[in-house]
């Protein structure tokens, strides 16, 4: 059974940091990273190692956050730097093994002006 399992969210203030983690199980994942949904708003891609390790990472995030992983313990951490409030959001984890794609359950993050 896959499972992938966020902690980490919460709120801050703005200029503060927060460090996201999604431990996962049951598969072996090509590809693992970070997506976030604010209200009213589509899904987005925060940051993800790609399939060829890589990493890709948006635009608006650059410079402030920054994605790792461990893989004797397969979790993939987002380390959130200078936060502002429109990162305001709910993170979510999201891997994928070839076959399909697999959410996590979401983490809020509330950054405050």
């Known amino acids: 059974q896959v499972q992938l399992v966020e902690s980490g969210g919460g709120l801050v203030q703005a200029g503060g940091s927060l460090r996201l983690s999604c431990a996962t199980s049951?598969?072996?994942?090509?590809?693992m990273g970070w997506f976030r949904q604010a209200p009213g708003k589509q899904r987005e891609l925060v940051a993800t190692?790609?399939?060829?390790?890589?990493?890709a990472t948006a635009d608006s995030v650059k410079g402030r956050f920054t994605i790792s992983r461990d893989n004797a313990k397969n979790t993939v951490y987002l380390q959130m730097n200078s936060l502002k409030p429109e990162d305001t959001a709910v993170y979510y984890c999201?891997?994928?093994?070839?076959?399909?794609?697999?959410w996590g359950q979401g983490t809020q993050v509330t950054v405050s002006s």
């Open positions: 190692f790609t399939s060829g390790g890589s990493t």
């Open positions: 999201n891997a994928q093994n070839g076959l399909r794609a697999y």
């Open positions: 049951g598969s072996i994942f090509n590809t």
